[in-house]
């Protein structure tokens, strides 16, 4: 099986039920807790969305699937910031999984313009599924470091 070069797949277990973990994916608070500073979302198919991820990094799009507990698909590019990906210009597709522990949530973000684009959103969806990972499990991960980073 080949993985296509323009695709970054992320697999994460979770001690938390599918429908906790979707709860993060479809509500404005939930979401801003383990990702972004301030943002408006509009969570139907074809409600578009925009966060303030990072400093500079403004990430917009739309949603598209939400088949809840199970699946969420939305597009996404940056409408501010360093990384040139357009606006809406990639998809990213959440599918959560039921297991004996929680739930595996499997994040395929398709569509990346470069190999450098690739490298920066596996990094980033890493930081920030971890991010959530413990907020689903009923933690808190603290303050964003990323947030205190000047852009760049």
């Known amino acids: 099986m ?10 994460r277990r979770i001690a938390a039920r599918p429908e906790t973990v979707f ?17 408006t979302f509009s969570f139907e198919p074809g409600g578009s969305y925009r ?17 809840p507990p199970k699946r969420l698909v939305f597009t996404w590019g940056w409408e501010e910031g360093g990384m040139p990906v357009a606006t809406g210009s990639t998809t990213v597709e959440i599918t959560l999984e039921p297991t004996a522990e929680g739930t595996l949530l499997r994040l395929v973000h398709s569509g990346l313009p470069s190999p450098e684009a690739c490298e920066a959103h596996a990094e980033g969806w890493q930081h920030y ?24």
């Open 51 to 67: 966060t303030r991820v990072t400093g500079e990094n403004v990430a917009a799009g739309r949603f598209l699937t939400l088949d």
């Open 129 to 152: 599924v971890d991010r959530l990972a413990v907020r689903a499990e009923g933690a808190d991960p603290g303050p964003d470091a990323w947030m205190q980073q000047p852009a760049g």
């Open 23 to 39: 709860g993060f994916f479809t509500d404005r608070e939930k979401w801003l807790s383990w990702m972004g500073a301030d943002g």
């Open 2 to 11: 080949t993985t296509p070069t323009d695709t970054v797949t992320l697999e």
